[in-house]
C-alpha cells in the first residue's frame, strides 16, 4: 500500500506542475507519461539491501513494441522524484529532450534513514573508519550487475543511451563512476557535487585516472549554486578538467547565479537534461 502511496504522491506533485502545459498541448501522450510511474523492489545479493527503483515510462511506451528509450539513473530517488517528473515533463514538451525511461534509486521497507543510506552509498572512501560510509564501489556494483539487468530486461531501455545524474553527495557519485567505469553510462549529470569530501579525495581520484587516460568518451554537464560553500571547491575541479583535455570529452559547466546548494537541482537537472539530450534531438 505504502509504494501505491508515494507514486500517488509523485504523481500528485508532478501533475499540479504540469496539467495547465499538458491542457495547452492537447497530447494525451503528457498525462499518460504522469501515471505512468511505479516503484519496484530489487533485492541486491551484492550488498544484502533491498533496494526501491522508482520507475516511469513515457507515455508512447505502450504504443510501438519494438521501441528502445534512452533511460535516466537517478540518485536519491526518495527526494527527487518530484523534480524530475517536472523537470522531465516540461522538457519534454518543449521537445528539448526525447521520450525516455526514467530510474529513481531509492530503498525499500518503512522508516529508513535516507541520509545515512545516502552517505553510505554515494560516497567512495571511510574517512572516519566506521563502515558507515564508502560504499560506492559496491553500490556501482550493484547498479552494473542487479539495477541495470534488472530494468533492462523488464523495460525497453537502451543500453546505448543510459544517463546518470544526481545533486550534493548525489552528485559525487556520477562523477566517481565516470571516472571509475565510464562505459556504463553515455551521459553524466552532476550538480554541485560534493567534491570536498574526504578532503577533496575525488581530485586525486581524477588526477590518477588522468595518469592512465587521454581520452573521456562521455558526456558531462556539472554545475554549482554561485552562493554555496561548494562553489569555490566545484570551480576549481572544473578547471582540472578543462585544464586535462581528455578526448572525445563532451563537457559543459555552469555556475547558477543567486543559488544557494539545494537550489541547484532545479536548473541543474534541467540544463543537464537538455546537455545531455542534444545529439539525440540533432537526429
Request: overall charge negative; aromatic content about 16%.
Amino acid at each position: 500500500m505504502l509504494k501505491y502511496a508515494k507514486v500517488v504522491l509523485f504523481v500528485i506533485i508532478f501533475a499540479h506542475g504540469f496539467c495547465e502545459v499538458c491542457a495547452q498541448s492537447g497530447e494525451k501522450d503528457f498525462t499518460k507519461s504522469i501515471l505512468s510511474a511505479q516503484v519496484r523492489d530489487i533485492k541486491s545479493k551484492i550488498m544484502d539491501e533491498e533496494f526501491e527503483l522508482i520507475i516511469q515510462l513515457p507515455g508512447n511506451y505502450s504504443k510501438d513494441l519494438t521501441k528502445k528509450y534512452p533511460t535516466l539513473y537517478y540518485c536519491d530517488g526518495f527526494y527527487d522524484a518530484p523534480t524530475w517528473f517536472e523537470i522531465y515533463g516540461v522538457q519534454l514538451y518543449d521537445k528539448t529532450i526525447t521520450d525516455a525511461i526514467t530510474v529513481g534509486f531509492s530503498y525499500a521497507g518503512d522508516n529508513r534513514d535516507f541520509e545515512k543510506l545516502r552517505a553510505r552509498d554515494y560516497t567512495p572512501t571511510d574517512p572516519g573508519k566506521q563502515g558507515k560510509t564508502g560504499y560506492a564501489e559496491k553500490f556501482l556494483e550493484v547498479i552494473e550487475n542487479e539495477i541495470i539487468p534488472f530494468v533492462e530486461s523488464n523495460y525497453r531501455s537502451d543500453s546505448n543511451q543510459r544517463m546518470l545524474g544526481g545533486c550534493s553527495l548525489g552528485g559525487l557519485f556520477p562523477i566517481y563512476v565516470m571516472l571509475t567505469k565510464a562505459e556504463l553510462f553515455k551521459s553524466y549529470i552532476a550538480a554541485s557535487p560534493a567534491v570536498t569530501w574526504d578532503r577533496n579525495w575525488i581530485f586525486n581520484y581524477e588526477d590518477s585516472f588522468h595518469n592512465n587516460n587521454s581520452s573521456l568518451p562521455v558526456s558531462l554537464y556539472m554545475c554549482v549554486g554561485e552562493k554555496e560553500g561548494l562553489c569555490e571547491p566545484v570551480k576549481k575541479f572544473d578547471e582540472v578538467l578543462r585544464n586535462h583535455n581528455y578526448g572525445n570529452f563532451r563537457y559543459k559547466f555552469r555556475v547558477l547565479e543567486n543559488t544557494y546548494h539545494a537550489g541547484s537541482k532545479p536548473e541543474g537537472y534541467q540544463r543537464g537534461l537538455q546537455f545531455s539530450f542534444e545529439p539525440l534531438i540533432r537526429k
